[in-house]
């Protein structure tokens, strides 16, 4: 029996991944999620001339410890911060879904808009949440992400029978996603290199200061974030990584 997306069960050394797609697009939660999942990836395939979309699925309007904020000041504040950090990174479309942060569900209304939005912006390479991940906790929202993007790249975007109304009223057509990319796996098996672009995506966290409180490049947060891309990247010959989980579309 063959699957259209595989895995390796177990990898022992990461594939480093060379290619620049011509389009790539990001789905995620919340406001700064796409940054701290993928952002160096998307800032370095930004500068190579990749067309990369963000597109958010959440307004990130719960994400405050501010007593004195309402969740409409946090769905205003988080927007701009989002369009701020997307701008840095060189993103050229950002899509702002409307779902309440914290109520996200894996619906049909949820991965059509997914779907949507794949066969509008047509990327060869998707990025989003693992929704595997057991090792640490993750939002309920970061997981219904993922699992919904898995589900709209495959089979739902490439067969023209789902979500007809995309192509019969709209002129949209099927799209086939070639590789299918999750940041915050327990077992990634490839890795970007990012030393040239981690700078950028540091500079694009900062602009969610409403989240990430006193980042400046040095300080304690930077450092340990290029801590993490540093060990990820050892043993590789470059200096910083930025590694994934790749599911890979057989033809």
């Known amino acids: 029996m063959t699957y259209p997306f595989s895995t390796p069960a177990s990898v ?50 719960s994400g405050s410890n501010d007593r004195t904020k309402t969740m409409a000041d946090m769905e205003r504040i988080r927007a701009e911060e989002q369009r701020a950090a997307a701008a840095t990174i060189g993103a050229r479309n950002l899509m702002m879904l409307q779902h309440a942060d914290g109520f996200l569900d894996s619906t049909r209304e949820f991965l059509g808009e997914v779907v949507h939005a794949i066969r509008k912006y047509r990327p060869e390479v998707v990025f989003a949440h693992d929704p595997y991940r057991m090792n640490n906790f993750q939002h309920r929202d970061h997981r219904n992400v993922g699992i919904t993007t898995m589900d709209a790249v495959y089979p739902y975007a490439r067969d023209h029978l789902h979500f007809p109304e995309h192509i019969e009223r709209e002129g949209l057509e099927p799209h086939k996603v070639k590789y299918l990319m999750f940041w915050g796996a327990d077992e990634p098996d490839t890795i970007v290199d990012v030393s040239a672009s981690v700078d950028t995506k540091m500079e694009a966290l900062m602009k969610h200061a409403s989240q990430i409180p006193g980042l400046s490049f040095g300080s304690e947060t930077d450092l340990r974030i290029r801590d993490r891309h540093r060990r990820a990247a050892k043993g590789y010959g470059f200096e910083f990584g930025e590694a994934f989980r790749k599911l890979t579309a057989r033809t």
């Open 12 to 61: 022992t050394k990461l594939e480093v991944f060379e290619d620049v797609p011509e389009r790539a697009m990001v789905v995620f939660a919340h406001p700064d999620d796409a940054e701290i999942g993928a952002g160096a990836t998307a800032a370095l395939w930004a500068t190579k001339g990749c067309e990369i979309t963000f597109l958010q699925c959440t307004t990130g309007s």
